[in-house]
T-cell receptor, first 116, second 114 residues
Framework: AQKITQTQPGMFVQEKEAVTLDCTYD???????LFWYKQPSSGEMIFLIY??????QNATEGRYSLNFQKARKSANLVISASQLGDSAMYFC?????????????FGAGTILRVKS | GAGVSQSPSNKVTEKGKDVELRCDPI?????LYWYRQSLGQGLEFLIY????????KSGLPSDRFSAERTGGSVSTLTIQRTQQEDSAVYLC????????????FGPGTRLLVL
């Protein structure tokens, strides 16, 4: 069963506008972590933002925020004021388990293109 | 500080040859992970090392794949008798062992098996 679902294979956004990238997850664990990574065409995986399952506040990091809706099992990434450099592949990932070091399970990714 | 480093950055090999991929984690990170990113398969977990514990090898796709981590730092992923389907980007990540600690990735090794 797919644990991380990213339903948008590709998205376009106009420069300076906000965009939401969807992510839903499936787990029976109470303790888990959700991550977003950015992968530009150069290939490196860049950590963007993290949300813990017990965190009551939505995570924010600069122009990135995570819209965490626990009951719906969704963890959407919101990028405000899009920039041309935001064009990349974006991956949602989850770590389950009580152990701090468990592996990440990734979604299929969403390609974001920012238009000028 | 220095991030995760991997070498080589690119590797082209012939089917049937063995290859070794190296990962040098961030200093002080006791957890090290290998993932594979291939077309059609996305990002897949391969193996995980945590300190001196036995590694979690549950993601290794076949017994041609093995990995070791010497001295709790550098790790080597070895693929024996490479096949064309092994062609992928092999990514290494490291993290500290605290609750829900972020994994930081290296630049990857692009492997092409001809």
């Amino acid at each position: 069963a797919q644990k991380i679902t990213q339903t948008q294979p590709g998205m376009f956004v106009q420069e300076k506008e906000a965009v939401t990238l969807d992510c839903t997850y499936d787990t029976s664990d109470q303790s888990y972590g959700l991550f977003w990574y950015k992968q530009p065409s150069s290939g490196e995986m860049i950590f963007l933002i993290y949300q813990g399952s017990y965190d009551e506040q939505n995570a924010t990091e600069g122009r990135y925020s995570l819209n965490f809706q626990k009951a719906r099992k969704s963890a959407n990434l919101v990028i405000s004021a899009s920039q041309l450099g935001d064009s990349a592949m974006y991956f949602c990932a989850m770590r389950e388990g009580r152990s701090a070091g468990d592996k990440l399970v990734f979604g299929a990714g969403t390609i974001l293109r920012v238009k000028s | 500080g220095a991030g995760v480093s991997q070498s080589p950055s690119n590797k082209v090999t012939e089917k049937g040859k063995d290859v070794e991929l190296r990962c040098d984690p961030i200093s002080g990170h006791t957890a090290l992970y290998w993932y594979r990113q291939s077309l059609g398969q996305g990002l897949e977990f391969l193996i995980y090392f945590q300190g001196n514990s036995a590694p979690d090898k549950s993601g290794l796709p076949s017994d041609r794949f093995s990995a070791e981590r010497t001295g709790g730092s550098v790790s080597t992923l070895t693929i024996q008798r490479t096949q064309q389907e092994d062609s992928a980007v092999y990514l290494c990540a490291s993290s500290r062992i605290v609750k829900q600690e972020t994994q930081y990735f290296g630049p990857g090794t692009r492997l092409l098996v001809l």
